[in-house]
């Protein structure tokens, strides 16, 4: 019913760019918030950035001045804008949406993933 895709990963030279993307389909009544965790290998999933339901942004520290986020509302889309990358930045990129479905409940939906490898 509702479908979170991500894309844009692939393997970058350490100061290097990337721009992720997250495209959500299907039946949604309400988008409190969008955003981004990251998994790398052996760790637990960690908060990136998100838009809040008012619009705002949140950034985690250690991104803090290197990545960017950005939204398109029709057809609703996630982006990242990620420079300055560094080997710590390597691991699976996940979008998240906090929604409210027809009961006014709330409901997060997580994409499958995408890869970024970044290289020393």
């Known amino acids: 019913q509702v479908q979170v895709v991500e894309s844009g990963g692939g393997l970058v030279q350490a100061g290097g760019s990337l721009r992720l993307s997250c495209r959500v389909s299907g039946t949604i009544f309400s988008i409190n918030g969008m955003g981004w965790y990251r998994q790398g290998p052996g760790k637990q999933r960690e908060f990136i950035a998100a838009f809040t339901a008012g619009g705002s942004t949140n950034y985690a520290d250690a991104v803090k001045g290197r990545f960017t986020i950005s939204r398109d509302n029709a057809p609703n889309t996630l982006y990242l804008q990620m420079n300055s990358l560094k080997p710590e930045d390597t691991a699976v990129y996940y979008c998240?949406?906090?929604?409210?479905?027809?009961?006014?409940?709330?409901?997060?939906?997580w994409g499958q993933g995408t890869q970024v490898t970044v290289s020393s």
């Open positions: 998240k949406v906090d929604s409210r479905d027809s009961n006014w409940s709330l409901v997060n939906y």
